[in-house]
């Protein structure tokens, strides 16, 4: 049996990774695309949180272990230093899809500057080209998240601050062409949508901040509320915080189960370096098992994780 051991990942760097993404890559590895926030950043406010790229590590052994490889090059089309976020990658059968939130500089404060998604598109991970701002129903967006439609096509959500926080949508036929935005999840306020299907329903789960807050849907429409996970302190190893930013991954068991694989950042309570002015800005990337149970998810964060991406549907 293959466990996967916590925390999973830790940036070697910035020691601060946050809202993964993960991508087969065409030579059967596993990439994982992620904020790469400063923990080491000396300068006050937020700093720290912003002028970050977008780092990526890579696994060989089906998401067991995984090797830093340095930051994603040429994503910003503008000069100077500024703020990469939250990146989501998809595949479309030709091209790579990466949509990333976009600040200019970097700002010591979280609010009062705008915030765009851009679009790249790349044929193998590497070598990415711009393809233009994401136009959306506001300049206060991030956090995007791309699924196919059964119909064809794609649907994005994404975070609109403008319109309280709430998780907005756009269709294409394409990834390049865009429908008029509406909302798709409104209620208290929420950030980091994820879609993905497991068993019998589409599921969205979002950042509350105080854990994931789940909904479902049979037609990635109409969204019911269905709970909430990782909302309670953890067992393992540095895994005591709320999972926040999360994505996940479908694939099947060591008996043939269908089965997610969930990663998520937590904040650390303490630390471990000693240049680091605050150590709650370290965080770690950990993996937990969800289950669909007819019309709940399931997840036991403290459960052993028997992991291998190998095993993808």
């Not at 950043?41 to 995984?66: K, N």
């Not at 994404?158 to 390049?176: I, M």
């Not at 409104?186 to 950042?207: C, S």
């Not at 650390?268 to 019309?295: M, Q």
């Amino acid at each position: 049996m293959t466990l996967a051991p916590s925390p999973l990942y830790t940036d070697p760097v910035h020691l601060a990774p946050t809202d993964p993404s993960l991508i087969a890559a065409p030579d059967g590895s596993w990439w994982m695309f992620y904020t790469q926030r400063r923990a080491r950043e000396q300068a006050g406010g937020h700093t720290w949180v912003h002028g970050t790229d977008i780092g990526v590590a890579r696994s060989t052994d089906g998401g067991l272990t995984w090797t830093y490889d340095g930051v994603v090059a040429g994503l910003d089309p503008h000069p100077g230093r500024n703020t990469l976020w939250a990146p989501e990658v998809v595949f479309d059968g030709d091209r790579y899809h990466m949509f990333t939130s976009y600040i200019p500089g970097v700002p010591d404060r979280w609010e009062g500057h705008s915030r765009t998604i851009l679009h790249h598109a790349s044929p193998d991970l590497v070598d990415w080209q711009y393809d233009g701002v994401l136009p959306l129903s506001s300049d206060r967006v991030i956090d995007a998240c791309a699924h196919e439609l059964p119909g064809g096509g794609w649907r994005l959500w994404y975070k609109d601050e403008a319109h309280g926080s709430t998780t907005w949508s756009v269709d294409s036929p394409d990834l390049v062409t865009w429908s008029e935005p509406v909302q798709a999840i409104g209620g208290p306020p929420h950030e980091g949508p994820n879609v993905f299907r497991l068993g019998d329903y589409y599921w969205m789960i979002t950042d509350e901040w105080r854990g994931q807050a789940v909904y479902r849907s049979l037609d990635l429409a109409s969204w019911e509320r269905a709970g909430q996970l990782l909302d309670e302190p953890g067992s393992r190893a540095l895994d005591q915080g709320f999972g926040h930013h999360a994505d996940v991954v479908i694939g099947c068991d060591a008996d043939g189960r269908e089965v997610g694989w969930i990663f998520y950042f937590t904040h650390r309570s303490f630390g471990f370096a000693a240049d680091v002015v605050d150590p709650r800005r370290l965080t770690d990337v950990h993996v937990a098992v969800l289950r669909a149970d007819g019309n709940r998810l399931t997840c036991d964060r403290n459960e052993a994780v028997e992991l291998d991406l190998r095993r993808t549907v």
